[in-house]
């Protein structure tokens, strides 16, 4: 009953969808067709339609209602609830049903609020999006039905994956998706405002929270991901350069650069096509991601809902949607007027920079994401690791950062360098202070360059407050120079971590001690457990750091019976200088065990950098939104006050 | 250069300035994947064509029956991964994954070393039921054969 609910509320979502792509596109050939009435509200309640789809979907799942097919497949009733709910989205029909969940969402969002930009603009957008979505409705109704039927019901379902039954599969693919399909609304509002001709400072205004949104909830879900590959998959790395990883970082990658090009835009009217051609990339790469992942095409660890025959669609719906938009931008590129000019030392040209570089990095990144797939064609199985990764992408990288210590005491247009040489002594001089410090250590020539960096980017970040009364400060900037600090913290993080981790492989008894770094540990025991739908060995490890009280670490060895699967669950220790890691591996033929363990300095601000850039984003869109809201009050009172003057 | 521009040249110069670093990013990544990828070799292929010392790749098959012996620090394992035509010997030290063993599929990333011995940094086994190592899916029908008869 809920999942008939659930597939009719998708058919008609979809319907709504083909209106609202019919009725924009005859509004905008002929001016004042009365259908240029329906489309806003067709978006808005087609985003309801779609959302009411979806609730069904998790209803279903959270009864374990086995007569449809995708419960059957990827639940159980023995599960816990928490799973049972999250796991409504841990599958390829449903997180494709999440995916067009959101993005009608969003489209209904822009529908409502939206009032700056002229109306056709606007229907253009809506029109953009409904294009889109409706490839996704095709592919979730005609390929991957998430409501289909059992036949027969069978007696149980067959579970879900143990590696997924995490609390993080609850907030990391949504956070994800959010991110992806937010984009999607900038590429939206870049196609709308191509179509219309109306590349403008207002446009980059309306498309900046957006942006904004969607790249707060990339940055967010990457950060998230990261530790929890960290803790779940039990290498002890967090980041392997693996497709899935690369299919969520290329998107980060382009609406980092949006963002910045978008400032520039409604800032300095600057910018214009770069910014819209940016745009349709940043979705791009959202749909590139999405296709990897879900295709299975490229061998990888993290994914789990893959399904080879669907990457067709995907990559149709791809070819569609890029080449459409790519045929729009061409057609309509050279009626984009050149924008405000400026001067080689300025902000907009330090962003110019930034731009270039994230893009080069996104092409290093897609480059070798994509090279095994184009190795295989022509005859040969290649993979791509780190060794390819970390230097490419540093070479981009790291200039990167050196500008973005300078870029934001630049002042718009033109500038000197000699007015903000002196601010920069202080982050120059700790840098050079850290490259010789670390380089008497004998620390790897790539962690000692990020080190340093870091130290100086933690400094130089802070300085666009200086001379500033702080309570003045508007909380954009806030935001800019809390990300900024933020990605020093993450740097740090990263260089710390590939610096100075030790890590210690032992055999040991029972009783026995071990030391790692400052840290000595004591093997207590091995004992059974058991979970709901597992059972584990559980070792106990009694870890002090340099003399200090003990804290227990229980790194487990679980075995899951539906599906059957083994998994390592590794221990961690935090302190605020670190995390001590452990797993628990098998037990040799003479009743020594395998114990794995990392001592990693540092390693946690990698997470709480990202956080932090989170955060100042989250604080940049706040400041934008509120500024927003009160301009659209104050041009309602004006609008009133004449009103009320009779006129 | 601090007069700006004349104003048809500065979206030129920047139009430039971005085909240049793209055009510079896909050299580097061109230059950099020929010496960083790893390529995949089975057993056979090693055997007749082994790549250099040192060169980091992947060697996948089968690992043989009764191969797998663990060394006295408890934490090193030697075995064979075999394709039925050839047998290269592999040393890991670590932790094995949970589904590797005798007579079912794996990939071992590493190092051939000037002994033959093939090192391997990391091994990838079957990771559930449906999952198979992608390039095992591609073994030619007697490497299949293979495979089922040394399974049994």
């Known amino acids: 009953m809920i999942a008939t609910l659930g597939l009719a509320a998708l058919w008609l979502a979809a319907a709504l969808a083909a209106l609202q792509l019919v009725g924009g596109a005859l509004a905008l050939r002929a001016p004042g067709n009365p259908l240029a009435a329906v489309v806003r509200p067709v978006a808005m309640v087609q985003g ?173 879900g990457i950060t998230f991901g990261s530790y929890w590959a960290y803790y779940e998959l039990g290498w002890g790395g967090w980041w392997f350069w693996d497709p899935v990883e690369n299919a969520s970082l290329m998107p980060w990658l382009a609406a980092t650069a949006l963002l910045h090009s978008v400032s520039v835009l409604a800032a300095r009217n600057a910018l214009r096509a770069w910014t819209v051609m940016l745009g349709v990339v940043a979705f791009s790469m959202s749909m590139v991601g999405t296709f990897l992942v879900r295709s299975g095409i490229l061998t990888s660890v993290h994914a789990f809902a893959v399904d080879p025959t669907r990457g067709q669609f995907i990559l149709a719906l791809l070819a569609i949607n890029i080449g459409a938009a790519l045929t729009i931008f061409a057609l309509r590129a050279a009626t984009v007027t050149e924008g405000e000019r400026f001067a080689i030392n300025s902000r907009e040209a330090a962003l110019v920079f930034n731009n270039v570089m994230l893009t080069g990095t996104l092409g290093i990144v897609l480059i070798g994401t994509l090279y095994p797939l184009l190795a295989e064609t022509l005859g040969a199985q290649v993979s791509v690791g780190p060794p390819y ?172 019976w539906s599906p059957p699967q083994q998994t390592n669950e590794s221990a961690l220790a935090t302190r605020w200088n670190g995390q001590l890691y452990a797993v628990l591996g098998e037990q040799a033929e003479d009743g020594r065990w395998q114990l794995r363990l990392w001592w990693k300095p540092f390693v946690t601000l990698i997470w709480l950098g990202g956080m932090l850039v989170a955060l100042g984003g989250l604080l940049a869109l706040l400041g934008r939104v509120a500024s927003d809201i009160r301009r659209l009050v104050a041009v309602d009172k004006i609008a009133y006050r004449r009103m009320r003057q009779g006129r | 250069m601090s007069q700006p521009i004349k104003a048809k040249h500065q979206r030129l110069v920047l139009v430039l300035v971005a085909l240049v670093a793209l055009i510079a990013a896909a050299l580097l990544a061109a230059w950099a994947l020929r010496s960083q990828a790893s390529f995949f070799y089975l057993p056979a292929e090693m055997a007749a064509n082994p790549p250099e010392v040192g060169r980091a790749v992947r060697l996948g098959g089968m690992v043989e029956a009764g191969s797998i012996k663990r060394e006295a620090d408890g934490v090193t394992i030697r075995f064979v991964i075999t394709d039925g035509k050839a047998r290269v010997p592999v040393r890991f030290r670590g932790i094995v994954p949970d589904l590797f063993k005798e007579a079912s599929g794996a990939v071992a990333e590493g190092k051939r070393g000037s002994d033959g011995v093939f090192v391997a940094d990391n091994l990838l086994a079957k990771h559930d039921e449906k999952y198979v190592p992608r390039e095992m899916k591609d073994m030619t029908a007697g490497q299949a054969r293979e495979r089922v008869e040394v399974t049994k």
């Open chain 1, 48 to 220: 309801m339609l779609v959302a009411l789809s979806m609730i069904c979907l998790v209803i279903v799942f959270c009864q374990t209602d086995l007569s449809v097919e995708l419960v059957a497949k990827n639940s159980h009733s023995a599960k816990p609830l928490l799973y049972k709910f999250a796991g409504s989205w841990g599958n390829h029909e449903g997180s494709m049903l999440l995916w067009v969940t959101i993005m009608a969402m969003a489209g209904g969002v822009v529908a409502l609020v939206e009032r700056r930009l002229p109306e056709p603009t606007i229907l253009a957008t809506l029109a953009a999006q409904s294009f889109v979505s409706l490839g996704f409705y095709a592919f979730l109704l005609f390929a991957s039905n998430p409501f289909s039927r059992a036949n027969p019901v069978p007696a149980e379902g067959q579970g879900l994956n143990p590696l997924l039954q995490d609390p993080g599969l609850a907030f990391h693919p949504p956070t994800l998706y959010i991110g992806y399909v937010g984009l999607s609304v900038a590429f939206s509002f870049a196609v709308g405002a191509l179509l219309t001709r109306q590349v403008s400072p207002v446009f980059a205004r309306a498309m900046r929270p957006w942006v904004l949104g969607a790249w707060i909830f990339l940055t967010l």
């Open chain 1, 389 to 560: 990764f970390n230097p490419a992408t540093a070479i981009f990288v790291l200039p990167m950062l050196v500008v973005m210590a300078v870029g934001p005491l630049l002042r718009w247009r033109r500038d000197s360098l000699g007015r903000i040489g002196r601010m920069l002594l202080v982050p120059l001089v700790l840098t050079a202070a850290a490259v010789v410090v670390l380089a008497r250590q004998g620390i790897n020539l790539l962690p000692l360059l990020g080190l340093a960096l870091a130290a100086g980017l933690a400094v130089a970040a802070l300085m666009p407050l200086l001379g500033r009364r702080l309570r003045t400060v508007k909380l954009p900037l806030w935001g800019m120079v809390l990300a900024h600090f933020g990605i020093a913290v993450a740097l740090a993080g990263m260089a710390g971590d590939s610096a100075f981790t030790t890590e210690k492989l032992v055999a040991a008894r029972v009783g026995e001690k071990v030391e790692i770094g400052p840290w000595s540990l004591k093997f207590e025991k091995v004992e059974p457990i058991a979970g709901p739908n597992w059972t584990a060995l559980q070792g106990t490890l009694k870890a002090s750091y340099a003399g200090a009280a003990p804290i227990k670490l229980e790194p487990q060895s679980r075995a899951f």
